[in-house]
T-cell receptor, first 110, second 117 residues
Framework: GIQVEQSPPDLILQEGANSTLRCNFS?????LQWFHQNPWGQLINLFY???GTKQNGRLSATTVATERYSLLYISSSQTTDSGVYFC????????????FGAGTRLFVKA | GAVVSQHPSRVICKSGTSVKIECRSL??????MFWYRQFPKKSLMLMAT?????????EQGVEKDKFLINHASLTLSTLTVTSAHPEDSSFYIC?????????????FGPGTRLTVL
């Protein structure tokens, strides 16, 4: 099946710093989403981005589908950005299964 | 945005009992619902996919007789953990996919933390 790799696995930032999270996937996909899981376990949908670039406030994401990777940019990080960021991909062949990467665990220090 | 609710948010039960978890899409019709399991500090593992009115499709290694899934309507799916054991303790998350928006996004519930004593 499709493999999803995220890097780095762990990241510690000082408040105000910028960061880039990466998601590589092993095959073509029909859907790619970035999620933030807060400390209470709630998954927040950040971006639906099978290709192209999107921005939402301090966050932006770019997916280069032909090269099978996506990047999530966090600018001017805040302590509330702490949590786990997951990349999840889906192929529409084989039952619309969404496969999650292992996640990047982010801690932003005040 | 679309809202998916889960009930209960937390449950503690004795070994051998059955526990039912509900997943509801509150403002859209979910053509497909998914159930995930997450162990501490791990990623989400897909357990099963269910379409309204049909039997769920289970992932390899998931016992369908232990994890009963019912998707009776376009807004409700239930997961029943039968004869629960301590190793079933986990965080269970449902998600719903609908064609409410062109983006065809999956929306996730807040999760249910199950502890089996």
């Amino acid at each position: 099946g499709i493999q999803v790799e995220q890097s780095p696995p762990d990241l510690i930032l000082q408040e105000g710093a910028n960061s880039t999270l990466r998601c590589n996937f092993s095959d073509s996909v029909n859907n790619l989403q970035w999620f933030h899981q807060n400390p209470w376990g709630q998954l927040i949908n950040l971006f639906y981005i099978p290709s192209g670039t999107k921005q939402n406030g301090r966050l932006s994401a770019t997916t280069v589908a032909t090269e099978r990777y996506s990047l999530l940019y966090i600018s001017s990080s805040q302590t509330t950005d702490s949590g786990v960021y997951f990349c999840a991909v889906r192929r529409d062949t084989g039952g619309f299964k969404t496969i999650f990467g292992a996640g990047t665990r982010l801690f932003v220090k005040a | 945005g679309a809202v998916v609710s889960q009930h209960p948010s937390r449950v503690i039960c004795k070994s051998g009992t059955s526990v039912k978890i509900e997943c509801r899409s509150l403002d859209f019709q979910a053509t497909t619902m998914f159930w995930y399991r997450q162990f501490p500090k791990k990623s989400l593992m897909l357990m099963a996919t269910s379409n309204e009115g049909s039997k769920a499709t289970y992932e390899q290694g998931v016992e369908k007789d232990k994890f009963l899934i019912n998707h009776a309507s376009l807004t409700l799916s239930t997961l029943t953990v039968t004869s629960a054991h301590p190793e079933d303790s986990s965080f269970y998350i449902c998600s719903a996919r609908g064609r409410r928006e062109y983006t065809d996004t999956q929306y996730f519930g807040p999760g249910t933390r199950l502890t089996v004593l």
